[in-house]
């Protein structure tokens, strides 16, 4: 465990997570620094907060005091990459980030989940089906370092883990870990994917004999993964960080929603099967959970399932921790029905797996998608192959549109709208699909920080225009 107790601690980023590191890592007898190179005025809050508790804390820029300190804690928006955290590790300081502090604070062991798409679904899903032994944090919007030390005894920490939080782990080994699947993303964070998927394999590089690792059978890259840690041969990582030694592998349990496997869970002839020895139990039937829609959301229900099953929660838990699911806020979120149309926000699908998946689901009905953004460098092909397949209309916006709307016309034939603003599109969308019925669907494949703040002020503007509408 990391002793804080008069320590000279810098902690970058005042978000959530750094002002919950400030007011931890303070309580626990370190010396606290804060630094975000955002103006005064843009942080009166955490400013106030600081004050408040008594923290020491710059703005505006980063400067060499950092470099000072006996250890520097970073916020999952600061990337290990930046130059002042190059020069403190040559300086031979330690640069971690929440989860790894988070984690060797915590009392209870972490039940981890991380991939491109799926994360939070899969995290929630768990969090149920294990009841009042688990609390539920992470990337999911708490911040891990404030939630661990009200997990119950003998319980977990169910933990959503992103590639920018695991970049900044050193020791970190959590006692079940699900890998989702990986696709491309954060490639404006991330100089290649290379660097991605060495970030997300560090979920694993721990991890022992007493352990269990879980990947997706169905996704390339997590196979790879999964036989990267089998071979015992993940990617390395930054120097400045120690590399991992073990005398044992985790145990590997793997999911599909095509076909049975080895070990693990899968789906087929309508039911969820779970095998985990010589025997393959029918465990869960397939019916009934409206609030998990399309194929995506089977498969993360089977990584959940695998979780509960190990750790020996009964098949009524799980079937009512199924039933009760609404999809969560701007992921594939029912928000308004209006005549014969619903309006389906999707905000938080920023990448092209995602909204393929997204547009799979509604595959028998009309079909309306608003998408485009801030480009992330994504190759958009196989999201203009699944629009031109499943859509009727394509309505762009934001700085996207262009490049959106060139791939998708080298794909095939569908009508292409443009509109100014998402309250244009929204109406748009109407008028399309009023008369027949259908889906108008907001899943935009692209961050929303070239016209909002963030994709869930995109989220709830998406609902507030729908339900404006015949208003």
Request: aromatic share 8%.
């Amino acid at each position: 465990m990391i002793d804080f107790s008069n320590k000279d601690v810098a902690i970058l980023g005042m978000g959530k997570s750094g002002l919950a590191l400030a007011k931890e890592i303070s309580e626990r007898g370190g010396n606290v620094f804060v630094s975000d190179t955002r103006s005064a005025e843009e942080l009166q809050e955490a400013i106030a907060f600081l004050q408040e508790i008594g923290v020491d804390f710059e703005v505006g820029s980063h400067s060499d005091r950092l470099l000072q300190k006996d250890m520097i804690i970073i916020s999952p928006g600061v990337s290990v990459h930046h130059p002042l955290l190059e020069k403190a590790r040559e300086k031979g300081l330690k640069v971690l980030g929440e989860v790894e502090v988070a984690w060797q604070l915590s009392p209870v062991p972490f039940i981890a989940v991380t991939g491109t798409n799926g994360k939070s679904t899969t995290v929630t899903l768990i969090d149920r089906m294990l009841g009042n032994r688990s609390i539920l944090a992470g990337n999911i919007g708490t911040p891990l370092v404030s939630e661990v030390a009200h997990a119950p005894a003998n319980g977990f920490v169910v933990a959503e883990v992103s590639s920018f939080q695991l970049e900044s782990v050193e020791y970190f080994q959590p006692k079940i870990a699900i890998l989702t699947n990986v696709t491309p993303d954060h490639l404006d964070r991330h100089p290649n994917l290379q660097e991605y998927f060495a970030a997300k394999a560090r979920l694993f590089a721990r991890m022992d004999r007493s352990d269990l690792a879980i990947f997706s059978d169905d996704d390339p890259q997590a196979v790879r993964m999964r036989k990267l840690l089998e071979d015992d041969n993940l990617p390395s990582w930054l120097t400045g960080y120690a590399k991992p030694k073990r005398d044992s592998l985790p145990q590997i349990m793997t999911f599909s929603v095509q076909h049975p496997v080895e070990r693990g869970a899968w789906f087929s002839d309508g039911w969820l099967w779970y095998k985990n020895g010589d025997k393959a139990e029918k465990a869960i039937e397939w019916r009934g959970f409206a609030g998990l829609p399309g194929i995506h959301n089977i498969a993360n229900a089977l990584a959940a399932l695998i979780v509960a099953k190990y750790l020996q929660i009964n098949n009524d838990d799980i079937r009512e921790a199924l039933s009760v699911h609404k999809p969560l806020h701007y992921r594939m979120e029912e928000v308004h029905r209006l005549g014969k149309v619903r309006f389906i926000n999707d905000s938080k699908a920023t990448n092209v797996s995602s909204v393929v998946s997204s547009l799979e689901s509604f595959k028998d009905e009309p079909l309306a998608l608003i998408a485009g953004g801030k480009d992330k460098g994504f190759d958009f092909t196989p999201l203009g192959e699944a629009i031109v397949k499943y859509c009727q209309w394509l309505i762009l916006i934001g700085e996207a549109a262009d490049r959106l709307e060139k791939t998708v016309r080298d794909c095939g034939e569908v009508e292409i709208i443009r509109a100014k603003s998402l309250q244009e599109a929204v109406e748009i969308g109407w008028s399309r699909l009023k008369d027949e019925g259908g889906v108008l669907l907001l899943s935009p494949a692209c961050s929303s920080f070239d016209m909002f703040k963030n994709a869930e002020e995109r989220g709830a503007l998406f609902s507030e225009y729908a339900r404006s509408l015949g208003s």
